[in-house]
């Protein structure tokens, strides 16, 4: 791969006084060697620098034959480096179904095999690699990296100093695998119960403490020298539609939203954050004048945010006062191409005020789109040249044009490392929220309680971890002394099942039920309802929301981990056992589920031992 030096020839003179925490960069000295390379750009390459794409495989230059036909069907090249060559793309996402993160050494010879391919190109810059990882149910490195319980679990915890060291050590081990912009923290106030797509990847319900969360982990992430992105502007948090596959509409009048949904975007660029991404909704209040929130026919008008200049320059620019990077939500999901084609949203997301334009469905009908509406003249090359400045003004602040590559030394140093691993469980065991205790019943004796039943649902394992949920909590509590069976039931037991778990139930001494996301007509009612009649002890834990609590009212002991990951899962069976006390507080409001105008357990609830 190049020397330092050579790096430093390739991007035209750019100098270590462009690496991360460089006074004169921060100081806004450099501009001046940004826009020399910038006028050095040819218009491809700096169409290119605008784009964040996915990219099949989990090599550079020599991916397995499925991503080489994956990528040739989807982005008409072979490999990220032909990509690249052919694009220019000034930024490359991760994914786990593209094949990119087996594992850390392998993520760590990606990105630098993408930088390679990038830096020897003429003109080369480095390439941004960026990613979800939010921890909790999104993340796209698993095992054996560090995984951190999620954001609605670090509210339930309500500590800015755990926040604070989440974003610090997941931002050393991203680092340390060449991933260097995380589309993380999720900055949405969730204040819908019904809310299909953010849910516990919030922080909760109260905007201020989310504020204080979002600022924390900002400051955790940059300052172990990743970018951190607050999402999804100008806020998902009230919605019952998700944005993959609709067009949510937020009825929010302009001061709801300015106490509300703006209160962590503010916090978040006080504390200076990198990039912000957009959300693929309808704010009409922020989006069009109060003359035309609706047209004749009684519908909502008004473009998606990701598309609004009114909402992106007017108010997130000019009125928050924020000019570091925008980068739009994926553009292939059903929120932003429901009514422009693929074509024309990314040049209106750049007629909008957006920098980075990420994963469009079709990158070549993008690309051209935007090449071609420079050569028209509705976009002006000065217009992409004042988001390729902010681009590269990250990557200079980031030290990617200083030191772009990673080494295997450092992934041994820095991923999963045992005092990582060790803090992460410290901070779930704060998370865990104990919400019903009649009796009480917990926490569970082994002199009384030594064969417990595990049953429940076992969604798909998220983030690589070890799963399915009734085997992590099953293992957890054979580790604690207890002798416990796993039994999956799934989210949608059948009567067969639920007759099976019954059956198994009268080996047990007790009961632990994972539920997930019930509803007034999901079986998993009627299973823990037959479990109760068999007169055992019955432990429930809501293992993705806190609301499952509403439609189990019989249960006598009910606890929230707000994620099925392994880490929050070990912390609740250690709260089962006794060996930690329940420190989780509700981050969000449950309301009755016959009465949702009445609350049941308000914000802040939350038993001790």
């Known amino acids: 791969m190049p020397s330092r030096r050579t790096v430093l020839a390739a991007t035209a003179g750019v100098t270590a006084g462009l690496a991360a925490g460089s006074t004169a960069y921060a100081a806004g000295h450099d501009d001046k060697k940004l826009r020399a390379l910038i006028s050095r750009m040819t218009l491809e390459e700096k169409v290119g620098q605008l784009f964040v794409t996915r990219v099949y495989g989990h090599s550079a230059t020599a991916p397995d034959q499925a991503d080489i036909d994956a990528n040739l069907k989807e982005l008409g090249v072979r490999t990220a480096a032909e990509l690249i060559a052919k694009y220019h793309v000034g930024g490359v996402i991760y994914f786990i ?138 806020g998902h948090g009230d919605t019952a539609v998700d944005s993959h596959y609709g067009f949510p509409v937020i009825t929010h009048t302009r001061e709801v939203w300015e106490a509300l949904d703006a209160v962590p975007f503010r916090a978040a660029v006080a504390a200076g954050i990198d990039s912000i991404m957009t959300a693929h909704i309808l704010v009409p209040a922020l989006d069009v004048p109060h003359s035309r929130l609706r047209s004749s026919g009684g519908t909502p008008i008004g473009d998606p945010a990701t598309l609004s200049r009114p909402i992106l320059t007017g108010i ?32 209106l997301a750049l007629k909008a005020g957006v920098d980075q334009l990420l994963n469009p469905p079709k990158l070549d ?40 590559y990673v080494s295997q030394s450092g992934v041994e140093r820095t991923v999963g490392i045992r005092s990582h691993l060790a803090t992460a469980d410290r901070i779930a065991e704060r998370t865990t929220t104990l919400l019903v205790n009649e009796g ?10 030594r064969r417990i039943l595990v049953v429940g649902a076992d969604p798909a394992s998220p983030s690589g971890t070890t799963g399915p949920p009734t085997g992590v909590l099953a293992t957890a509590l054979g580790r604690l002394g207890f002798t416990a069976t796993a039994l999956s039931t799934g989210t949608a037991p059948s009567p067969e099942t639920v007759t099976r778990a019954v059956t198994a139930a009268a ?19 009627t299973l823990v309802e037959q479990l109760l009649a068999t007169g055992k002890p019955v432990v429930a834990i809501a293992i993705r929301n806190p609301y499952d609590v509403a439609q189990l009212p019989s249960v006598k002991a009910y606890l929230a981990s707000y994620s099925w990951t392994d880490v929050e899962l070990r912390a609740a069976a250690r709260v089962i ?33």
């Not at 050393?172 to 999720?186: F, H, M, N, T, W």
């Not at 620019?317 to 084609?341: C, I, S």
């Not at 080996?507 to 009612?525: K, L, M």
């Open 507 to 525: 080996d047990a001494d007790a009961v632990v039920v994972g539920t997930y996301n019930v509803s007034a007509t999901s079986s998993q009612r």
């Open 97 to 234: 179904w593209a094949h990119n993160t087996r594992d850390p050494h392998q993520i760590a010879g990606l990105s630098n095999g993408i930088q390679k391919a990038s830096l020897e190109r003429p003109r080369g810059l480095p390439v941004l690699v960026s990613t979800d990882q939010e921890h909790g149910i999104v993340c796209r490195v698993g095992r054996p990296a560090t995984l951190f319980p999620g954001a609605m679990a670090v509210g339930a915890g309500g500590s800015t100093a755990d926040a604070r060291t989440l974003g610090r050590i997941a931002g050393e081990e991203l680092r340390a695998i060449g991933i260097r912009q995380d589309y993380s923290p999720v900055a949405d106030v969730n204040v819908n119960p019904a809310n299909p797509v953010i849910g516990v990847r919030s922080f909760g319900a109260d905007p201020d403490a989310v504020a204080r969360l979002v600022a924390a982990e900002v400051k955790g992430y940059q300052g172990s020298g990743v970018a951190a992105t607050a999402k999804h502007f100008p």
């Open 440 to 449: 009480p019943l917990l926490p569970l004796s082994r002199r009384t309680h």
């Open 577 to 609: 056992a006794g060996r930690v006390g329940p420190r989780g507080r509700l981050p969000v409001a449950v309301q009755r589920a016959d009465d949702p105008a009445q609350v049941l357990y308000p914000l802040g609830h939350g038993l001790s031992y």
């Open 316 to 347: 997130l620019r000019e009125q928050l006062g924020y000019d570091g990077v925008v980068v739009t939500d994926a553009l292939d999901m059903a929120g932003v191409r429901t009514k422009y084609g693929d074509d024309r949203v990314p040049v």
């Open 365 to 404: 009908v993008a690309w051209n789109a935007v090449l071609k509406a420079v050569q028209d003249g509705e976009l002006t090359e000065a217009r992409l040249d004042e988001s390729i400045l902010r681009i590269l003004r990250l990557k200079a602040r980031l030290g990617l044009f200083d030191r772009p």
